[in-house]
């Protein structure tokens, strides 16, 4: 009788592990504990994430090759005095780009296009004042089972109401992504 009250409360702990374990994992994708700045992590962090069937704010993307890409919702900003190009009015994204792949992703392969209200948006602007680097200082080489996070921002001659991110990983046309949606203020 004390074998079988063990086995069961075995039994009975191993459950409860299994299910801890997978409402634990359902965390790990929640874009908003994401970092502010060009990070990168792997090794031991969460799998690639699952595949969208079309491009959505804020959840994973993964393209065919196996790298992956999530860009927050968009959100305005009146950029500071000190941005590089210019503008009175902004959109900003978070991007991060998960290697999926058993090898380093070139990161020089990855092609950015923005639009506001409708209109191709301005070559990406640099607001460190503001917290937006962009590209700039991110590794050329994004090892496997990786990731980058960058904070982007494009400059707008209106307040933007509506902006979308083209992606493309590589130079083929189905490696192209476009996250569009209305802006948050």
């Not at 031991?44 to 994973?60: E, H, I």
Request: glycine content about 10%; aromatic content about 6%; charged content about 15%.
């Amino acid at each position: 009788m004390t074998t079988r009250r063990r086995l069961a409360a075995a039994c009975l702990a191993l459950a409860a592990t299994l299910c801890l374990a997978a409402c634990q994992s359902g965390a790990a994708g929640d874009p908003s504990n994401g970092s502010s700045s060009a990070t990168s992590s792997g090794g031991s962090g969460p799998p690639a994430p699952t595949t969208t069937q079309a491009p959505v704010f804020g959840r994973p993307y993964t393209y065919p090759s196996g790298v992956s890409v999530t860009v927050s919702a968009p959100q305005a900003f009146k950029p500071s005095v000190t941005a590089n190009p210019r503008f009175d009015h902004a959109v900003s994204f978070e991007l991060t780009l998960h290697n999926g792949t058993d090898e380093p992703y070139d990161m020089s392969r990855l092609r950015l296009e923005a639009s506001v209200n409708g209109h191709p948006a301005s070559k990406e602007i640099i607001d460190s004042t503001k917290g937006y680097p962009g590209l700039r200082g991110v590794s050329t080489k994004l090892p496997p089972a990786r990731s980058v996070t960058v904070l982007l921002a494009y400059g707008s001659k209106e307040w933007p109401s509506e902006a979308g991110l083209r992606v493309r990983v590589g130079p083929q046309q189905r490696a192209s992504a476009e996250f569009s949606g209305p802006v948050e203020s």
